[in-house]
């Protein structure tokens, strides 16, 4: 016996779906230029893409967009959840139900999250039945100098041995920079402002 259901009828339509994810890239010159990612059914792709922290990117929406090839058969729901979305701190990325365009909403800060993972679904929109396993977009927050460098404590404390040779190690003083690790923004140089009592330095 076999009985083709409206359910495996369904089924067997979406087994030709192939998804459709854009990701909007900005050149240095500042034009914008959509690059394609394509899935066949059931198989995951990750797909990237960056903005600015303390900038406004609003001007640059949309960021990304999702499309299912179901469109052609079905009414299709799009939708996205995660941290930014649905999760603290909400609603930082929208996207638009019919047509898959998602949008950035406020701005960023790179030391609170420095990646987003968005997870994007395509629902029927009638049964609410998912038409293609969820999908991950990531996006990436690009890092800007906004930490300067802290040091651990406001006073650290050496000492030396008198008659002590050149170049003896008196103390080590530790700093840290809040921006991107192994990145410029964070890297930290030392410099010894003043000596008490003054005259000929006596450190380096
Ligand atoms: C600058 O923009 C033009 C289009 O106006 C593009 O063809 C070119 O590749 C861009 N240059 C860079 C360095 O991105
Ligand atoms: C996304 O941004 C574009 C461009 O500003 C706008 O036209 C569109 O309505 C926005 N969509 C949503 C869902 O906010
Ligand atoms: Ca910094
Ligand atoms: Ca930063």
Redesign the pocket.
């Known amino acids: 016996h076999y009985t083709l259901t409206s359910r495996n009828f369904f089924l067997l339509l979406l087994k030709l779906c192939i998804e459709v994810f854009q990701v909007k890239e900005w050149?240095?010159?500042g034009?914008a230029r959509w690059k394609t990612f394509r899935r066949q059914k059931r198989e995951w792709i990750k797909f990237a893409a960056a903005c600015r922290e303390g900038e406004d990117n609003s001007k640059r929406n949309p960021i990304a967009r999702i499309r299912s090839d179901c469109e052609e058969n079905n009414p299709v729901t799009y939708s996205i959840s995660g941290v930014g979305i649905d999760r603290a701190p909400y609603g930082i990325f929208v996207v638009n139900p019919r047509t898959g365009e998602i949008n950035i909403t406020s701005i960023v800060d790179r030391e609170v999250t420095p990646v987003f993972v968005i997870r994007c679904f395509a629902k029927h929109s009638v049964t609410g039945m998912d038409l293609e396993p969820p999908l991950e977009l990531r996006v990436r927050v690009l890092d800007i100098n906004d930490n300067p460098p802290i040091f651990a404590q406001s006073v650290f404390t050496g000492s030396v041995e008198e008659c002590s040779m050149d170049n003896t190690l008196v103390m080590k003083i530790i700093a840290s920079d809040a921006d991107e690790p192994n990145h410029l923004n964070s890297k930290i140089a030392f410099k010894i402002e003043s000596q008490e009592p003054s005259g000929q330095p006596m450190f380096i």
């Open positions: 050149n240095g010159n034009t």
